[in-house]
């Protein structure tokens, strides 16, 4: 926008309507904008464009579609896949998943070091618990299921089941096996590369009760 441009120049001695004829703009046009120099429009793409951001950066590996969907349910806001793809594509926003040849996807970076080492074994309960994500189809279509299971003794400690797969599904089974477990302090909590478990909201729930990330390497 070169409106606040004109401003600049009025200040160094420059008329603005000479300013607005050189830049081929009408001086009502400029000080229309000096009356309401941020557009409602403006604000609704601010407030979109941090949204955004805030789905992308709890869940990763979500594409243009999924934050709309999560806009739309989580957030409450009225908004297109259009808009969004529109907002995704200005900020490079992303999914984190790399589709290799054939069907495969490449795993994200970790963010944690790996503290199990393909070691799945503990001596007693609250040691080590092992975490995934499956996909299971219904007549009713498709549902989530996040697993948490101890390595002592075999358990499922904890689980949560959605029709999406979320950072927010890993997050609420992780909780229930804190409560479940009495808030076990140093537990290691192992995961795969998944970015339900890169996720901001993950690793804080992880740090704020202070259980020990973890994540094995590829294959």
Same mark, same amino acid.
């Given at each position: 926008?070169?409106?606040?441009?004109?401003?600049? /120049?009025?200040?160094?001695?420059?008329?603005?309507?000479?300013?607005?004829?050189?830049?081929?703009?009408?001086?009502?046009?400029?000080?229309?904008?000096?009356?309401?120099?941020?557009?409602?429009?403006?604000?609704?793409?601010?407030?979109?464009?941090?949204?955004?951001?805030?789905?992308?950066?709890?869940?990763?590996?979500?594409?243009?579609?999924?934050?709309?969907?999560?806009?739309?349910?989580?957030?409450?806001?009225?908004?297109?896949?259009?808009?969004?793809?529109?907002?995704?594509?200005?900020?490079?926003?992303?999914?984190?998943?790399?589709?290799?040849?054939?069907?495969?996807?490449?795993?994200?970076?970790?963010?944690?070091?790996?503290?199990?080492?393909?070691?799945?074994?503990?001596?007693?309960?609250?040691?080590?618990?092992? /975490?995934?994500?499956?996909?299971?189809?219904?007549?009713?279509?498709?549902?989530?299921?996040?697993?948490?299971?101890?390595?002592?003794?075999?358990?499922?400690?904890?689980?949560?089941?959605?029709?999406?797969?979320?950072?927010? /599904?890993?997050?609420?089974?992780?909780?229930?096996?804190?409560?479940?477990?009495?808030?076990?302090?140093?537990?290691?909590?192992?995961?795969?590369?998944?970015?339900?478990?890169?996720?901001?909201?993950?690793?804080?729930?992880?740090?704020?009760?202070?259980?020990?990330?973890?994540?094995?390497?590829?294959?």
């Amino acid at each position: 926008m070169m409106y606040p441009l004109v401003g600049d /120049l009025a200040f160094e001695g420059i008329p603005i309507t000479v300013s607005c004829r050189v830049l081929v703009f009408s001086t009502t046009a400029y000080y229309d904008w000096r009356r309401s120099p941020v557009s409602q429009r403006d604000w609704d793409d601010a407030h979109l464009i941090n949204a955004t951001m805030g789905v992308h950066a709890d869940d990763p590996e979500f594409g243009y579609r999924l934050i709309a969907d999560e806009l739309i349910h989580a957030k409450g806001l009225h908004v297109g896949e259009n808009r969004v793809q529109r907002v995704c594509s200005f900020q490079g926003i992303s999914s984190t998943i790399i589709k290799r040849r054939g069907s495969g996807k490449k795993a994200g970076p970790a963010v944690h070091d790996d503290h199990v080492m393909r070691d799945f074994t503990a001596e007693t309960v609250n040691v080590k618990w092992l /975490l995934d994500i499956t996909e299971h189809w219904k007549l009713e279509g498709k549902i989530c299921l996040c697993a948490i299971k101890d390595c002592a003794s075999r358990r499922i400690v904890g689980y949560a089941i959605d029709s999406r797969m979320t950072s927010e /599904l890993a997050v609420e089974a992780l909780r229930m096996a804190i409560m479940l477990r009495g808030r076990p302090a140093g537990t290691i909590v192992h995961s795969d590369r998944g970015g339900q478990f890169r996720s901001k909201k993950f690793s804080m729930t992880l740090r704020n009760n202070g259980l020990v990330g973890s994540m094995g390497r590829v294959a």
